[in-house]
């Protein structure tokens, strides 16, 4: 099992926060699966213990914990996605302090949306706390292309 951490039964952490979730969605494990768009013994394997959610899985788990806005879920997702990014756990838990430095952007004339906004912040984590240096690679190559026109952006 590749979980980092385990609770006193011996079940990998996650295994416990996907059937927690499950049961708080007020789902059977069939229709769980449905949500997700995964086999039903997938999501059995997960709460057993006996497989973990891989990234994309993880990722819908996240992306269901958002569309059904149970907080505690998706921070538990969250905090799983970032450690198997390399994240350092630590940094996923102090928000960014002092002023809203983004408050001020403007974007075609609209200030950023909250979602945009953590967006932006999410990916500043990424870069700033990423030990994987693949993920810093692959997401500065991304971004190239588009930092010019943001550099102007911000000079306004």
């Not at 979980?3 to 229709?31: D, H, M, N, W, Y």
């Not at 990234?55 to 997702?77: C, I, M, N, W």
């Not at 002092?98 to 912040?121: F, N, Q, T, W």
Request: proline content about 6%.
């Amino acid at each position: 099992m590749t979980s980092e951490s385990q609770g006193r039964s011996g079940l990998p952490a996650i295994s416990k926060a996907v059937k927690r979730f499950r049961l708080a969605c007020e789902q059977t494990q069939v229709e769980f699966a449905v949500a997700l768009g995964v086999a039903p013994t997938s999501i059995h394997r997960y709460e057993a213990g006996a497989s973990v959610p891989d990234f994309p899985v993880l990722k819908k788990l996240l992306d269901y914990a958002v569309k059904r806005g149970d907080s505690s879920a998706q921070e538990t997702f969250m905090r799983e996605l970032g450690t198997r990014m390399g994240l350092d756990p630590d940094a996923l838990e102090r928000p960014p302090s002092g002023p809203d430095m983004l408050s001020s952007v403007r974007l075609d004339g609209e200030h950023l949306s909250k979602d945009e906004k953590a967006r932006v912040v999410a990916l500043v984590l990424l870069l700033r706390h990423s030990t994987d240096p693949t993920n810093r690679s692959v997401i500065e190559a991304v971004l190239q292309p588009w930092m010019s026109k943001a550099r102007e952006i911000l000079k306004r």
